[in-house]
Nanobody
Framework: QVQLVESGGGLVQAGGSLTLSCAAS????????MGWFRQAPGKEREFVASINRIGGSTYYADSVKGRFTISRDNAKNTLYLQTNSLKPEDTAVYYC????????????????WGQGTQVTVSS
């Protein structure tokens, strides 16, 4: 089992940036594909970005492509999400998630989840 703890959320003005982190512990971090998801009030949790076990392959939702960058440091057991050019519609709780094997975009395909970190973008 792997435990995940997100950090780095906060309040930022539109156009600003935040770097979210997800610290993993428990099992070998490099065994897991990782993803970032977000959930806004009253909406379903949605896929944001994913990265494979070694960091060589990434995938983004169209809504964040070109603005967000997912990365990982397996030596530090940490996943990152660099968010730039933030918009009010990016306001949500952001979650990191882990799964064994290839990464997918579906919420249900991930086995382990963090508790989330709030990102609020003011206009």
């Amino acid at each position: 089992q792997v435990q995940l703890v997100e950090s780095g959320g906060g309040l930022v003005q539109a156009g600003g940036s935040l770097t979210l982190s997800c610290a993993a512990s428990g099992r070998t971090f490099s065994n897991y594909g990782m993803g970032w998801f977000r959930q806004a009030p009253g909406k379903e949790r949605e896929f944001v970005a994913s990265i494979n076990r070694i960091g060589g392959s990434t995938y983004y939702a169209d809504s964040v492509k070109g603005r967000f960058t997912i990365s990982r440091d397996n030596a530090k057991n940490t996943l990152y999400l660099q968010t730039n050019s933030l918009k009010p519609e990016d306001t949500a709780v952001y979650y990191c998630a882990a799964r064994s094997g290839p990464v997918y975009t579906g919420v249900g395909s991930y086995s382990y989840w963090g508790q989330g970190t709030q990102v609020t973008v003011s206009s």
